[in-house]
């Protein structure tokens, strides 16, 4: 065999190289995670729907629901997305007053959320549906209580970013990510919350 | 106390790098010593999986044998099982992704360094609860795909179909692969942002290494993967602890859901350990054929196939459950249908070897023994994919048989290539090839002596997971020759062992490129400093080393560095050197305290579960805020 035939090696053109930023890799690590989440929420729902009628001696949903108290609920968890956005563009735009007061807001909303879950699941544990009564309690409680954690959850990173910003300071150009990366799983822990309340509210009241 | 509380909050800042050595590995944040540590304690649970193994085979040696327990039995087929997949394979092909990932594509570190060191110490969190069971009240004993209602210990008409589950067994597995759950997928989305983000310029995504590409494409199947198996283990938590029925049918629940979870995330679980395998094996054939991999572009287009299709295919688990003609039918054919992508890496492994000056070195006779056991295992797994056949083979020893022969025939085989391969580069000294000889012989006779037979003993009817058999069946003789062979098998690998540790002690120093390589990771010293490159290369073609070794001087040409971003990259233009991340305690302490919710959560001690659960959290908080100033390291004299 003969040698082979040296060529001139040219470079693609590629521009400057300079390391991918924290902001860029942290977003695009929250995007990969939340696809993740897709597919947890897709097996909890998959379990739900499977479940759902096996509601044995316990309460029915059809019983159970009260449409207007979560209707009211789900308006609270859009807002909040609302303002989110606006405490974003705020930030975006270096309005430090005006961003703490959105974030304050959207926490708020979040935990009225979550607090209106409670009244819920308290109401209807005294009405007999505990986790244990059926499989359709089962399902509930766990599909349902998990959205609720994650929203807690988001309420916790909002509020970390808060302290954040008393303690270092307005957030600056260099720290604006970490308000996005978490602005991103609060809107799709919202997303998710009108895909459950599709299945498990709308559905369950007339099917 | 103060003290260490005051050394923590000094190494949380950076300020103290003179630490003792298990500090530095307690903290460490270095791709490459994480890659080491995930290395080392999946060899010791390999270790442990062999021994699991070599008691059930001492059993089923001679019939009516009473070497082990009945009991005892299922606790070894189950925790052999998931100790070989989750806490060997997986971690051992993680660990060679850590440490290869970021050289391949020419980056400094992965994209979240921290995160990483979480990853390892959540793995190695839960391998130590799920395998702290055997101390504490027995192993989980309902095999390792834990089907129900026998992991529940529900009562079905009258009779306990797992009595030995109300000891804990069941707890620490629910716990234990939750905790390597978490680390696992954690990897994953990190693997995933750092093939995207961070290859070194001219790196196009058509001229990443194949290795590198099948750890992307892992790493996908990861993160769609394991959700549902979280939300398995999370239903069959509430099932055992609350008291609730998922999987309980006498309360309405459907045993057959757990299934339909389980293998949504079981099938695919099967290609995160066959992946990283098929991307080893295509870096180490062409480089001893010394000829580029044949067909490329195919390679790369079968493995995104073979991991969409991996999510098509779960229900081939369960033909004989009673889906219906239909749906088995489909499943079937989708089954069938992941061989062709499959064939399609195999005659390009071939033709990359077809007239190339192949040097047969122990790491390239592993390749080639994977190529042939792969096809056993992969024509096997067509015959199993057929629903009438599956009928007769299922819960068989066919099966037993299918199963070694693509994950040790498959991927054992093309972690032992990677190790002689990678190895000298990791530890910066050869092993030794006449021992490596011995090993490979050793285990490809001593596997293929064990595990041929098993299809004999499932088509004479021996169903897997029997403790014992009578003596009239006729199937001793078949036992007696694996049995033999796991002894062969355990000689090879304690040869393998010896020269690990021969090679530590005095092996011969291997020097940045011991193999005439194609890739980055041969430009650098073995061992690789700690900063990977002085200088961040410029990749001009898919075997960058090659091509400048035949094309160029054969040294790399370095990228041009953003003016902006040069003091931080460009070793020669800032006078400190460059700039690494600090170590840090945090992940360690959050695996520390995940831990302690674990236990806590198997002996239903509540207040402490939460309080390790908020503990977690706040050194999470911790970890996402504390500014890592890092330091600088200069470039040792002579790298470029």
Same mark, same amino acid.
């Given at each position: 065999?003969?040698?082979?035939?040296?060529?001139?090696?040219?470079?693609?053109?590629?521009?400057?190289?300079?390391?991918?930023?924290?902001?860029?890799?942290?977003?695009?690590?929250?995007?990969?995670? #939340?696809?993740? $989440?897709?597919?947890? @929420?897709? =097996?909890?729902?998959? *379990?739900? !729907?499977?479940? &759902? %009628?096996?509601?044995?001696?316990?309460?029915?949903?059809?019983?159970?629901?009260?449409?207007?108290?979560?209707?009211?609920?789900?308006?609270?968890?859009?807002?909040?997305?609302?303002?989110?956005?606006?405490?974003?563009?705020?930030?975006?735009?270096?309005?430090?007053?005006?961003?703490?007061?959105?974030?304050?807001?959207?926490?708020?909303?979040?935990?009225?959320?979550?607090?209106?879950?409670?009244?819920?699941?308290?109401?209807?544990?005294?009405?007999? #549906?505990?986790? $244990?009564?059926?499989? @359709?309690? =089962?399902?509930?409680? *766990?599909? !349902?209580?998990? &959205? %609720?954690?994650?929203?807690?959850?988001?309420?916790?990173?909002?509020?970390?970013?808060?302290?954040?910003?008393?303690?270092?300071?307005?957030?600056?150009?260099?720290?604006?990510?970490?308000?996005?990366?978490?602005?991103?799983?609060?809107?799709?822990?919202?997303?998710?919350?009108?895909?459950?309340?599709?299945?498990?509210?709308?559905?369950?009241k007339v099917s | 106390m103060a003290a260490a509380a005051e050394r923590i909050g000094g190494l949380a800042?950076?300020?103290?790098?003179?630490?003792?050595?298990?500090?530095?590995?307690?903290?460490?944040?270095?791709?490459?010593?994480?890659?080491?540590?995930?290395?080392?304690?999946?060899?010791?649970?390999?270790?442990?999986?062999?021994?699991?193994?070599?008691l059930m085979r001492l059993q089923l040696m001679r019939p009516d044998a009473h070497v082990v327990s009945f009991a005892l039995f299922n606790q070894l087929f189950t925790m052999h099982g998931l100790t070989m997949i989750f806490l060997a394979v997986m971690p051992m092909s993680v660990g060679f992704i850590n440490y290869m990932v970021p050289l391949l594509i020419g980056a400094r570190d992965v994209a979240f360094p921290r995160l990483n060191a979480l990853s390892f110490w959540l793995f190695l969190a839960g391998g130590l609860v799920l395998n702290s069971s055997w101390l504490l009240g027995g192993a989980p004993n309902a095999g390792w795909y834990n089907y129900a209602p026998i992991n529940t210990g529900a009562v079905v008409h009258g009779v306990s179909l797992n009595p030995g589950s109300d000891t804990l067994g069941i707890d620490f597995y629910v716990i234990g692969l939750q905790l390597a759950g978490i680390g696992t997928l954690l990897s994953g989305i990190n693997f995933v942002v750092t093939i995207i983000n961070m290859r070194a310029p001219g790196m196009t995504p058509m001229r990443l290494p194949l290795f590198v590409w099948a750890s992307l494409i892992t790493s996908l199947i990861i993160v769609f993967a394991f959700p549902p198996f979280t939300i398995n283990l999370v239903l069959l938590m509430i099932d055992r602890m609350f008291g609730t029925g998922f999987f309980d049918p006498a309360r309405g629940g459907n045993a057959l859901l757990w299934q339909q979870l389980f293998w949504v995330f079981g099938h695919p679980e099967v290609y995160i350990l066959i992946m990283p395998a098929f991307g080893m094996i295509s870096e180490v054939i062409p480089t001893f054929s010394r000829k580029p991999l044949f067909g490329y572009s195919s390679m790369v287009f079968a493995l995104v196939v073979i991991a969409f299709m991996s999510f098509m295919v779960w229900s081939h688990h369960m033909f004989t459950v009673g889906m219906g003609p239909v749906v088995n039918s489909i499943f079937a054919a989708t089954s069938m249908a992941i061989a062709v992508p499959t064939g399609v890496k195999i005659f390009n492994w071939l033709a990359t070897m077809w007239g190339g000056r192949i040097r047969f070195t122990t790491s390239m006779l592993y390749a080639v023994a994977f190529i042939v056991c792969f096809v056993i295992g992969g024509m096997s797994g067509v015959m199993l994919a057929v629903p009438p056949a599956d009928y007769q083979?299922?819960?068989?020893?066919?099966?037993?048989?299918?199963?070694?022969?693509?994950?040790?025939?498959?991927?054992?085989?093309?972690?032992?290539?990677?190790?002689?391969?990678?190895?000298?580069?990791?530890?910066?000294?050869?092993?030794?090839?006449?021992?490596?000889?011995?090993?490979?012989?050793?285990?490809?006779?001593?596997?293929?002596?064990?595990?041929?037979?098993?299809?004999?003993?499932?088509?004479?009817?021996?169903?897997?997971?029997?403790?014992?058999?009578?003596?009239?069946?006729?199937?001793?003789?078949?036992?007696?020759?694996?049995?033999?062979?796991?002894?062969?098998?355990?000689?090879?690998?304690?040869?393998?062992?010896?020269?690990?540790?021969?090679?530590?002690?005095?092996?011969?120093?291997?020097?940045?490129?011991?193999?005439?390589?194609?890739?980055?990771?041969?430009?650098?010293?073995?061992?690789?400093?700690?900063?990977?490159?002085?200088?961040?290369?410029?990749?001009?073609?898919?075997?960058?080393?090659?091509?400048?070794?035949?094309?160029?001087?054969?040294?790399?040409?370095?990228?041009?560095?953003?003016?902006?971003?040069?003091?931080?990259?460009?070793?020669?233009?800032?006078?400190?050197?460059?700039?690494?991340?600090?170590?840090?305690?945090?992940?360690?302490?959050?695996?520390v305290a995940l831990t302690v919710t674990a236990f806590a959560a198997i002996f239903r001690v509540w207040p402490l579960a939460i309080l390790g659960l908020l503990a977690a959290f706040f050194a999470i908080f911790r970890l996402m805020y504390d500014h890592d100033p890092g330091h600088y390291v200069q470039p040792e004299e002579g790298a470029r």
């Open positions: 065999m003969s040698a082979p035939e040296v060529r001139t090696l040219e470079a693609t053109p590629v521009g400057p190289y300079r390391l991918p930023t924290p902001a860029e890799n942290t977003k695009l690590g929250i995007w990969v995670w #939340l696809a993740s $989440d897709c597919a947890l @929420f897709a =097996a909890l729902i998959a *379990t739900y !729907v499977s479940m &759902h %009628g096996h509601v044995g001696h316990a309460p029915t949903p059809q019983q159970l629901f009260d449409l207007p108290l979560t209707a009211t609920a789900t308006f609270v968890l859009l807002l909040s997305s609302l303002t989110m956005g606006l405490g974003l563009e705020a930030a975006q735009h270096g309005e430090h007053q005006r961003l703490m007061r959105w974030l304050v807001v959207t926490m708020i909303l979040g935990l009225a959320f979550v607090g209106l879950q409670a009244v819920e699941f308290t109401t209807y544990v005294h009405r007999g #549906l505990t986790p $244990d009564a059926s499989n @359709f309690g =089962a399902s509930f409680f *766990t599909l !349902v209580g998990f &959205h %609720g954690l994650h929203v807690t959850f988001g309420v916790a990173w909002l509020l970390s970013i808060f302290i954040f910003v008393v303690r270092k300071g307005p957030l600056g150009p260099r720290d604006l990510w970490r308000l996005e990366a978490a602005s991103l799983y609060w809107y799709f822990v919202d997303v998710v919350w009108v895909v459950i309340f599709t299945v498990v509210y709308l559905l369950g | 800042r950076g300020e103290d790098r003179s630490a003792s050595a298990v500090w530095s590995w307690l903290t460490t944040v270095d791709h490459k010593r994480i890659g080491i540590l995930y290395l080392f304690s999946s060899m010791i649970f390999f270790l442990f999986g062999g021994l699991e193994a070599f083979f299922n819960d068989s020893y066919f099966l037993v048989a299918h199963i070694h022969y693509v994950l040790i025939g498959g991927a054992l085989m093309a972690l032992f290539a990677a190790a002689y391969y990678w190895l000298p580069k990791i530890t910066g000294r050869l092993l030794n090839e006449r021992l490596g000889r011995w090993n490979f012989w050793l285990v490809f006779i001593g596997f293929n002596v064990t595990f041929f037979p098993m299809h004999f003993l499932g088509l004479m009817g021996m169903p897997r997971r029997v403790a014992t058999y009578p003596a009239n069946l006729g199937l001793g003789f078949w036992n007696t020759v694996s049995t033999v062979g796991v002894f062969i098998l355990t000689a090879g690998i304690v040869v393998f062992l010896y020269n690990l540790k021969r090679s530590a002690q005095h092996g011969e120093l291997a020097g940045p490129d011991p193999w005439d390589g194609r890739t980055l990771e041969w430009s650098l010293p073995s061992p690789v400093p700690e900063y990977n490159f002085a200088e961040i290369p410029l990749v001009r073609d898919r075997d960058p080393l090659f091509a400048e070794k035949v094309h160029g001087n054969g040294r790399l040409v370095p990228a041009q560095i953003a003016e902006a971003h040069a003091a931080e990259e460009h070793a020669s233009a800032h006078p400190a050197g460059i700039h690494v991340p600090n170590p840090t305690i945090l992940p360690f302490v959050v695996a």
